[in-house]
Every structure is written in C-alpha cells, then in structure tokens.
C-alpha cells in the first residue's frame, strides 16, 4: 500500500492566506488529527484520522457533530494516493480531486469530504485549525498553509541554562510548559516576568503546542 508522505508546509501570514484564490489553489480546511491511508472502493485515500476530542485541539461545530456519530473516530479525506495498485500522488491536485470526488458517493458514515474553504477568517473563526492551499496543477508534496494561534499571558517561573524558561499562566497559575527565548531574550527576563506567547492550542496536559513569543512579548521584567 502507497505510504502518505506528510506534505512540506510553507506558513503565510492571515494577510497573505486572505488573497488565495480558488482559481490557483484547492482550498481545503486543515483538520487538527492524524494523516493516514485509508482503504476504499479499489483505492487508497490520503484522510486525516479523528480521534476522541482532546483538550487544547481545535474543533468546529461540524467536528463534534461527527464525534457525536462516530465516537470512535472518523476520517476527513484530503486526497486520492493510489487506484488499483497505483500510486497517483504525483498526479496532479487537479485530477486526484476529480478521482476524490468520484468517489466519495462510496463514502462511509465515517468518512467526510475534506471541508473546502472560500473565506479563510470565517474557517478560523469557526474554530479550525487553519487553512491549507495545494495547487492545482502540482502534485501532492508541498502546499501553503495558514495556522490559527492562540496567545497566552504567561508569568516565567524558570530558567534554565539552555535558553528555557517555564511558563505559568498568568491568570491561573496553571503549568504552561516551557518556551525557548532565543536572541537575548532569555536574558531580559527574570523569575515573575510577564511575557506573552503564542500557540496552537493547549496540550490535553495544558501546556502550550508549539509555543512562540508574540512580536510584543514582553510585558513587564
């Protein structure tokens, strides 16, 4: 069975994501889950696995709608990567959406079409993840994508000799994880700084996924 390379991202800004036309790109909504193959009808799908809601994840309404049916999980199908033995990955964007779509008729309950997105700060709003663009003459490898971030008020609670300090949150106390200040920036903070961090999410623990400092990210020393 064909393997599912997970696609090379090159991140824009909201700006930048906002001028996508679907005229170049296939648009499709990034869900936030696993991508696997997915056997079906003489063909393999690229799809991206749902499991059980997890804290800190990023779920549209349409999303817990789907764990409501399908407690197990279920799949988001992105892309066609093999018919009767074949690998069409490097088909292009184009003509494996023609084939997704021919069969999605044979689709299971638990089996949803990749959401396609016309209006990318709707999507995030909904409460998505972020958006992908794949091109529509190029093969599956390479696409742009636009994530969706949350920030944190966090007050530094450790420092480390690595350039790591630990983070708390600000309002709560709650353990944040720990966030790597390159540049000098983990010399202008002292045990009690209040900084600001941006995320994608909580972890189930509550610690901040993949943690940043904001552009403004200090508040006070």
């Known amino acids: 069975m064909t393997t599912i390379p997970h696609p090379e991202k ?18 499709q ?17 690229a799809a991206e696995f749902m499991r059980a809601p997890i804290s800190g994840h990023f779920y549209p309404q349409s999303d817990l709608e789907m764990f409501a049916c399908c407690p197990g999980g279920w799949w988001a199908a992105l ?33 949803v079409l990749a959401e396609i997105v016309t209006d990318v700060a709707a999507a995030l709003a909904s409460g998505a993840e972020g958006v ?21 008020t966090c007050r530094v609670t450790s420092k480390g000799a690595t350039q790591s300090v630990g983070l708390a949150d600000a309002g709560t106390g709650a353990d944040r994880g720990n966030l790597t200040l390159r540049g000098g920036k983990c010399d202008r903070v002292q045990l009690g700084s209040v900084i600001r961090v941006a995320g994608m999410g909580l972890t189930e623990s509550g610690k901040i996924r993949q943690p940043t400092p904001c552009r403004e990210w200090l508040v006070t020393v």
């Open 79 to 111: 892309t066609v990567a093999e018919v009767h033995g074949q690998n069409v990955l490097g088909a292009s964007t184009r003509d494996r959406w023609a084939l997704l779509t021919e069969l999605s008729p044979h689709f299971t309950p638990d089996i």
């Open 29 to 45: 909504r990034k869900y936030d889950g696993e991508l696997a193959a997915l056997p079906l009808n003489g063909a393999v799908l």
């Open 10 to 27: 090159q991140l824009v800004t909201l700006a930048e994501a906002q001028r996508w036309s679907p005229a170049d790109y296939l648009l």
């Open 132 to 152: 992908a663009a794949h091109t529509w003459e190029s093969p599956w490898g390479a696409m742009l994508a636009h994530k969706a971030e949350s920030i944190w």
